[in-house]
């Protein structure tokens, strides 16, 4: 779960996609002093180096001071060397929103842009059949996960673009045909007595007026540290202040509260189930990456800034372990089977 992919080009301040093929048309991304910076990071392929090196590369320019704009904290992409014409038939959508939430035309003006959290490489492991794996891959019988939730392994720890509609239709095909296959051949398993309980306990105690806290307040908090500590570029200082921060708030989830008491479409109770799993899921983010002693696709630390093969060639496993504030995390390993293409360091 440490690879998280940041793609490139969002809306400076509001991470709104802008997408990769304005690069592939022309586009190119200046600092401050207007200068193509990509040709000093990727001499060869320039803005059209993959996403994790484009992305590093633009937050080095802003932590190096090159930033643009009142705070120097995003960089600039041009497309005004490309026809109004060209724009408006191959990139509309960059045109509208550029020009919606930025008030910028693109036709004329440099539009501000800094990386944005896009997609997540780790996952549910599965095999090829969709099957979830643990341990030492055995299989969980009856769960199957496809799609971007699931970690089939086909990516390695940097999806490059479309690969994920590939892998979705790819696999959620497989996964459907052999989860099919699974319920025609298998009897249901007796159920506990009142199995719904455990849900229904744990959204009267959301619904109930005892805690005290908000959702809004915690997601916000998380994204902030989420955002400062284990972005782009993470050190075993900033994840270390990460985990500090997501394990306090998990602990001020428990006493989180909704306004709403509704019992139909009630998406103020969704956004705070929804955000438990976003504290789990980070906490599993943060100590993947603070175990992950090197730098590898969607993964950079600064304190250890080379791959290392020997060491970090393999899947991190993440269990978790007990329930409730006790929980852990247990970490393991799985080895990356290697096929045809060798992997090696990429080289622009
Ligand atoms: C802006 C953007 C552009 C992208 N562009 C590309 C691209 O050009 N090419 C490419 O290959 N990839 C692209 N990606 C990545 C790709 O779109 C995603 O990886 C993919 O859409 C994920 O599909 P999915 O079906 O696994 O998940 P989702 O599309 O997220 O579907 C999950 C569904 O489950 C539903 N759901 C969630 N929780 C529950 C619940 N408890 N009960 C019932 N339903 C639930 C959700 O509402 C949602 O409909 C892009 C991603 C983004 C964000």
Redesign the pocket.
């Known amino acids: 779960m440490e690879f998280h992919q940041f793609?490139p080009t969002g809306l400076a301040g509001l991470g709104i996609?802008i997408?990769?093929g304005v690069r592939g048309e022309g586009g190119i991304l200046r600092n401050a002093d207007g200068e193509r910076f990509m040709e000093r990071y990727a001499p060869t392929i320039k803005d059209l180096a993959p996403r994790d090196i484009v992305a590093r590369s633009m937050v080095l320019e802003v932590l190096e001071g090159r930033g643009a704009g009142p705070n120097k904290d995003y960089v600039l992409l041009d497309v005004t060397h490309i026809p109004e014409e060209t724009l408006m038939a191959k990139l509309p959508d960059i045109m509208e929103f550029s020009r919606t939430y930025l008030g910028v035309d693109p036709v004329t003006e440099l539009v501000p842009v800094y990386p944005t959290c896009?997609?997540v490489m780790g996952g549910i492991p599965t095999n090829i059949h969709g099957e979830v794996l643990r341990d030492n891959d055995h299989v969980v019988p009856g769960l199957y996960a496809?799609?971007?939730?699931?970690c089939v392994s086909v990516h390695g720890a940097n999806?490059l673009?479309?690969?994920?509609?590939?892998?979705?239709n790819v696999f959620?095909r497989r996964s459907g045909i052999a989860a099919a296959e699974y319920a025609n051949t298998h009897d249901f398993v007796p159920l506990p007595e009142n199995p719904a309980t455990m849900v229904e306990e744990w959204v009267a105690a959301m619904l109930s007026d005892h805690g005290n806290e908000n959702v809004m307040t915690i997601r916000t908090e998380l994204q902030q540290t989420m955002n400062d500590n284990a972005a782009v570029f993470r050190t075993e200082e900033t994840l270390s202040r990460a985990l500090t921060d997501v394990r306090a708030l998990k602990k001020r989830y428990e006493h989180v509260t909704v306004t709403d008491k509704g019992k139909r479409f009630n998406s103020d109770l969704l956004e705070a189930i929804?955000l438990g799993f976003l504290l789990e899921l980070a906490e599993v983010t943060v100590v993947g990456a603070l175990n992950r002693k090197e730098t590898r696709g969607g993964h950079a630390r600064e304190d250890y800034p080379n791959r290392d093969d020997e060491n970090f060639m393999v899947h991190t496993m993440a269990y978790k372990e007990g329930e409730g504030t006790g929980a852990e995390i247990r970490l393991d390993t799985k080895p990356v089977v290697q096929t045809r293409y060798e992997p090696m360091e990429r080289k622009y």
């Open positions: 793609h996609l997408t990769e896009h997609y496809a799609g971007e939730c699931a999806r673009g479309t690969n994920s509609l590939l892998d979705i959620g929804e």
